[in-house]
């Protein structure tokens, strides 16, 4: 199976700092590559898909880029909404998998 | 609008087996794959099994494979999951989640299964 590794796994930053979250595949995906928002006690919110196109209703601080093997989730100035988890899932194999996540807490 | 509505959680003894069900609606439910995501207490979102718009092509992660089967009834517009010789690490909210293409673009709610003696 594909694994993702995604870095930090976990980040302190302010209202207003940009954020980048970076996510690699164990081998290509091409742009198979989605992001979703995860806050506690919710379901997970679909983000980013195909790499670096933004799901309909998302703000456009978010960014996504990269392809093959590497990605970054970019928010380019975090706003209090924000603080949540973030996963990167592969959906380029049959088998579908996530990275660990990336908790973005308040510095 | 697109809901999904997961129910039959609960707690479970090791080894004993229990069926999930997903309630779609909103949105012609046998024109789209399907899919579970699992999340254990404190962990991260894990993948667990895709079934196709047509019930023709179904995958599993390999942690539940060989114990778990994905299925669908179009005519009910209901996903479920049948969960075998479940095991104490199998205890997590379960999602169901709708396949947009390369993407699970709707997730319902989730469903808490406990697995414990």
Request: with cysteine; hydrophobic share 30%; charged share 15%.
């Amino acid at each position: 199976d594909i694994q993702m590794t995604q870095s930090p796994s976990s980040l302190s930053a302010s209202v207003g700092d940009r954020v980048t979250i970076t996510c690699r595949a164990s081998q290509t995906i091409n742009s198979y590559l989605n992001w979703y928002q995860q806050k506690p006690g919710k379901a997970p919110r679909f983000l980013i898909y195909a790499a670096s196109s933004l799901q309909s209703g998302v703000p456009s601080r978010f960014n996504g880029s990269g392809s093959g093997t590497d990605f970054t989730l970019t928010i380019s100035s975090l706003q209090p909404e924000d603080f949540a988890t973030y996963y990167c899932q592969q959906s380029y194999s049959n088998v579908w998998t996530f990275g660990q996540g990336t908790k973005v807490e308040m510095k | 609008q697109v809901h999904l509505v997961e129910s039959g959680g609960g707690v479970v003894q090791p080894g004993r087996s229990l069926r999930l069900s997903c309630a779609a609606s909103g949105f012609t439910f046998s024109t789209f794959s399907m899919h579970w995501v699992r999340q254990a207490p404190g962990k991260g979102l894990e993948w667990v099994a895709v079934m196709s718009d047509d019930g023709t092509q179904r995958y599993y992660a390999d942690s539940v494979k060989g114990r778990f089967t994905i299925s669908r009834d179009n005519s009910k517009n209901t996903l479920y999951l049948q969960m075998n010789s479940l095991r104490v690490q199998d205890t997590a909210v379960y999602y169901c989640a709708r396949g947009g293409g390369a993407t699970l673009d709707y997730w319902g709610q989730g469903t808490l299964l406990t697995v414990s003696s």
